[in-house]
């Protein structure tokens, strides 16, 4: 009768259990993957209706006026004046982008401008300090429609906190500045309504 004695390399029994887990794991991942793509569904359905319930429920005075366009040109909004001239607008929507402005700015397009969006109507005031170009300055009620122009508003070279400061005496919900002479050229006045669009997602706070 034959002894046949195997022997086994202990490299070899590790390498086998190494490769049972690996195939264990692949085959736990396999199963769960159907169960996160789910989960990540779902949760992607949630965030939207979200989306979509705080633009219902967000109080209309503190809505920002203007439609959502389809057309952004470089992320801008648009404004059309009751003459049909269009104006590409930045979107000054949060504390830093309003309190930066169009300050240190050389020189701006005739075709530009900088819509201020703010949360609720309010007594929005302005200056030009650390500003290089002078400005209209239009404010715009819930509606759209200028209730306030300064026209020629000249710059500030003033270091301290001692620049004019400039307001309407009417609670506004935005504020548009363009170059100074703009809004005499495109016949803008106070009454009139402007007929703005957003870009996506523009929400002021």
């Not at 705080?54 to 992320?75: D, H, L, M, T």
Request: aromatic share 8%; hydrophobic share 40%.
């Amino acid at each position: 009768m034959l002894n046949l004695t195997i022997a086994y390399h202990p490299g070899h029994i590790a390498k086998t259990k190494k490769c049972e887990k690996r195939s264990r794991l692949k085959n736990s991942i396999s199963m769960k993957l159907p169960a996160l793509k789910k989960i990540t569904r779902w949760i992607s359905y949630v965030v939207l209706a979200l989306v979509l319930t705080v633009v219902e429920i967000w109080p209309a005075s503190q809505r920002a006026y203007g439609q959502a366009g389809s057309f952004s040109k470089n992320g801008l909004g648009t404004i059309v004046t009751p003459n049909g001239t269009t104006i590409f607008v930045e979107i000054a929507d949060s504390p830093d982008k309003r309190v930066q402005g169009l300050m240190l700015r050389p020189s701006m397009a005739p075709d530009r401008g900088m819509l201020f969006l703010f949360a609720g109507l309010g007594d929005q005031v302005f200056w030009m300090k650390n500003t290089l170009i002078s400005l209209d300055i239009l404010w715009l009620n819930e509606s759209g429609s200028i209730i306030h122009l300064e026209a020629h508003v000249p710059i500030c070279t003033r270091k301290d906190d001692g620049c004019p400061k400039y307001r309407s005496p009417y609670k506004s919900l935005q504020v548009l500045e363009l170059n100074s002479g703009m809004a005499e050229k495109l016949d803008l006045s106070v009454g009139q309504r402007l007929k703005i669009d957003l870009p996506p997602m523009s929400f002021p706070y």
